[in-house]
C-alpha cells in the first residue's frame, strides 16, 4: 500500500549487514575493539533502537544517555581493561538508536510540507554527505590545529619506551582549560573509569569510601528530591536535575545560567501583569527563543573565534 512511498525493504537486509560490517571494522582498526565485541554490538543496536524508537514514539523523549550506558557496561565487564571496548560499542549503539528515533520527529512535518519517507531518506543522505565534506575540515581546524607531526612522534616514541598511554592527540583536541568544554564526554568518559575500576581489578583510587559515600547520598538526595517534586505537582522550587548538570557543567556556564534565570525571574514579575507591554513581549512571551539564540550564538562565536585565530592570526 506504501511501497510507492517508501524506501524498498530490501535496503534495510542488504544495507545493515554492509554498514554494520564496516561499523565493525572501524572499531576494530581505529580503537582496538575486539571483534566479537564489535560483532555482538550489531545485535544490540538494533534491541536498542527500538526501545529509543519505542520511546520517542510514546513521549517525544529519546532516552540517549541511559541507553549509553547498557552497553558500556555490558562491554566494560566484557573487556574491562580496554576503555575503547565500552566507549565505542556505546558510540555505535547510542548515535544509531538516537538517529534512527529522531527520525520519527521528521516524518509528520515532512508530511506537512508534501515530502513522502521516500524523499525524506534522500534528504537524510544528501544531508550525511554534506555534513560529513563541510564538518571534517572544520574538526580539523577547530580541533587539531595545533597537531605537529614532530611533536606526536615523540609522544609516541616516549610512550613506546615508558609502557605509559599516549595522549598526545588527546590534549591537543582536548586541552585542560580548553576553548570548548565536553560535558557529555566528561559524563562518559566518567562511566568508563567507573567500569574499569569495578570489572578491570582497578586500584581502588576512583572508588575511595569518600566518593562512595558522596555517590549514594547524592542517590538518596536526588531521589528525595524528585519524589518531593511529584508529589508537590511540581511546585518543589529545587530541581535535582539542574543540581546534577551544575557538577558536570564548568563553572563559568553555571554562573551564565543561573544569571539568566534571575533575570528573566525578575523580568517576570515585573511585566507578568502588563500583558501589552513590550517589556511581556520580550521578557516572557519571547524568552525561550532569545535563550535558545545566545546559546547558539554564542557556540557560533567560539567556533569563530578559533577560525580568526587559526586563520588569521
Not at 176 to 190: C, L
Amino acid at each position: 500500500m506504501v511501497g510507492h512511498i517508501e524506501l524498498p525493504l530490501w535496503i534495510s537486509w542488504v544495507g545493515i549487514p554492509i554498514i554494520g560490517a564496516v561499523g565493525v571494522w572501524m572499531a576494530h582498526e581505529w580503537f582496538g575493539v575486539d571483534w566479537i565485541a564489535g560483532a555482538v554490538a550489531i545485535p544490540l543496536i538494533i534491541v536498542l533502537t527500538l526501545i529509543a524508537a519505542s520511546s520517542t514514539a510514546l513521549t517525544g523523549i529519546t532516552p540517549t544517555g541511559s541507553l549509553s550506558k547498557i552497553p558500556q557496561f555490558l562491554f566494560g565487564a566484557w573487556h574491562p581493561g580496554h576503555p575503547p571496548t565500552n566507549l565505542m560499542t556505546a558510540t555505535m549503539c547510542t548515535e544509531v538508536a538516537s538517529n534512527a528515533s529522531n527520525l520519527l520527529m521528521d516524518i509528520k512535518p515532512g508530511y506537512m510540507l508534501g515530502a513522502k519517507p521516500r524523499q525524506q531518506a534522500i534528504g537524510h543522505c544528501i544531508g550525511i554527505m554534506a555534513g560529513a565534506l563541510a564538518s571534517t575540515p572544520l574538526f580539523y581546524a577547530l580541533f587539531l590545529s595545533k597537531y605537529n607531526v614532530a611533536d606526536a612522534a615523540q609522544a609516541a616514541a616516549v610512550a613506546a619506551e615508558t609502557g605509559t598511554k599516549n595522549t598526545y592527540v588527546q590534549s591537543v583536541m582536548a586541552p585542560e582549560h580548553g576553548q570548548f568544554g565536553f560535558p557529555s564526554a566528561f559524563q562518559w568518559r566518567g562511566v568508563s573509569d567507573l567500569v574499569t575500576e569495578l570489572f578491570g581489578g582497578g586500584t581502588g583510587h576512583l572508588l575511595t569510601t569518600s566518593i562512595v559515600t558522596s555517590m549514594i547520598i547524592a542517590a538518596v538526595v536526588g531521589l528525595v528530591m524528585e519524589v518531593v517534586r511529584i508529589l508537590s505537582k511540581g511546585s518543589f522550587p529545587i530541581s535535582p536535575l539542574a543540581i546534577g548538570l551544575g557538577v558536570v557543567v564548568p563553572p563559568e556556564s553555571t554562573i551564565a545560567m543561573f544569571a539568566g534565570a534571575l533575570f528573566f525571574y525578575v523580568t517576570g514579575r515585573v511585566y507578568a501583569e502588563r500583558k501589552e507591554s513590550l517589556g511581556n513581549l520580550l521578557w516572557i512571551q519571547t524568552h525561550e527563543p532569545i535563550c535558545a539564540g545566545i546559546i547558539a550564538g554564542a557556540a557560533l562565536i567560539g567556533i569563530g573565534d578559533v577560525l580568526v585565530q587559526v586563520f588569521v592570526l
